[in-house]
C-alpha cells in the first residue's frame, strides 16, 4: 500500500491504505459526499509527499501536512507489527 489516507469520524482519526491514487481520492471523496467522514489528505508512502484533501476545489479541513504525514506513519507501523 503506497496511499495513505488520512480522515477523521466524529473527531477520531483514521487511516486506510491504497495501492491506486485514484481509489484513495475516491474513497475521501465519497466518504465525505455520503458518510460524514472529514477527509484530511493522502499520504504517498514511497515519496512522503502529503496532499491535503480539497473537495470541488475547497478545502474542508484545517489540518496542516505534519499531523497528516504523521498519522499517516503510525497507521504504517501498526500495520507493518501486524504482519510480523
Do not use: C
Amino acid at each position: 500500500m503506497r496511499y495513505i489516507v488520512v480522515f477523521a469520524q466524529q473527531e477520531i482519526g483514521y487511516a486506510v491504505g491504497f495501492n491506486d491514487p485514484t481509489d484513495a481520492v475516491d474513497f475521501l471523496f465519497w466518504g465525505y459526499e455520503e458518510y460524514e467522514l472529514l477527509p484530511h489528505g493522502i499520504f504517498d508512502a514511497l515519496t512522503g509527499e502529503v496532499y491535503p484533501y480539497e473537495h470541488r476545489g475547497e478545502p474542508v479541513a484545517e489540518v496542516d501536512e505534519e499531523t497528516i504525514s504523521r498519522t499517516a506513519r503510525d497507521y504504517l507501523k501498526a500495520a507493518i507489527r501486524q504482519t510480523t
